[in-house]
């Protein structure tokens, strides 16, 4: 039984994997915008590689595990939903919950340790699990059933964020399960359709969680799916996501029994 958050990230499995951009036709700067968004962070970029199956799509860029294609997208998927977004779409409402997309080759990068710095230091790392975190919702909001937790560190975002807060009311508006926690400094009760945990202990100070276990597992896009991220010093976090149900369960336990 995990006696920490922090507990959670010597459970990863760490998988080496690449990713390619296989006959590249677009310019340099995309793959610069994707060699951005993955500084510093265990997943390499290459252009070359033999495949063990043959890969005759041009632009596509190709996730890789031990020579083997685990997933593919195109750059310009990658383009429109990731490379070319700035994060302020999300907590402004300028993308709805219904718009968020994450190419097939990021969504695959589950269980890889992340190490992300935020603005002003790094403009593009942080936004790969702000994404990351908007998809989770909006499975949630599709299977309208099953909990969600989410952390926020000041439950003030929630109101603060426009793209937030309307998140959270169409979650909780759809019969799922909400809970929010974070440093009490708003009053959120009977404000939006969620249950509101509040406390002043370091996981509720420095941790990112939104954790989603449904009700059936076996419906379509009604998956267990969690990122868990904890601060380890001012705007630099560590952190995963996952869609092992086991590890999903196991931090969904330890929240609801620690926070």
Do not use: C
């Not at 340790?113 to 790094?122: D, L, N």
């Not at 009604?222 to 931090?251: C, I, K, M, Q, S």
């Amino acid at each position: 039984m995990a006696d920490s958050l922090r507990a959670f990230l010597d459970r990863l499995d760490d998988p080496e994997r690449s990713l390619v951009v296989h006959n590249r036709s677009s310019p340099e700067a995309a793959r610069n915008l994707l060699e951005d968004l993955l500084d510093n962070q265990p997943v390499p970029v290459h252009e070359s590689f033999d495949p063990d199956e043959e890969v005759v799509e041009e632009d596509v860029v190709l996730l890789v595990e031990d020579g083997r294609v685990l997933a593919r997208s195109t750059m310009d998927e990658l383009l429109s939903a990731v490379l070319l977004v700035n994060s302020d779409l999300y907590t402004t409402g300028g993308r709805s919950l219904s718009e968020v997309e994450l190419p097939e080759v990021l969504e695959r990068l589950d269980d890889v340790p992340f190490h992300v710095r935020g603005y002003p230091e790094s403009n593009k790392e942080k936004l790969l699990l702000i994404t990351i975190s908007r998809v989770i919702e909006r499975t949630a909001a599709e299977a309208s059933s099953g909990t969600l937790r989410s952390s926020f560190q000041r439950l003030s975002r929630i109101e603060d964020e426009r793209g937030t807060r309307a998140v959270y009311e169409t979650v909780g508006s759809r019969g799922v399960d909400v809970h929010v926690y974070g440093i009490p400094d708003r009053d959120l009760e009977g404000k939006l359709p969620v249950t509101v945990h509040g406390g002043t202990a370091e996981e509720y100070r420095r941790s990112w969680f939104v954790v989603y276990t449904p009700d059936d597992p076996t419906t379509e896009r009604n998956e267990h799916v969690g990122l868990l991220a904890l601060e380890d010093e001012p705007n630099v976090w560590d952190g995963f996501w996952t869609y092992r149900d086991d590890l999903v369960r196991d931090l969904d336990a330890y929240i609801r029994r620690a926070l």
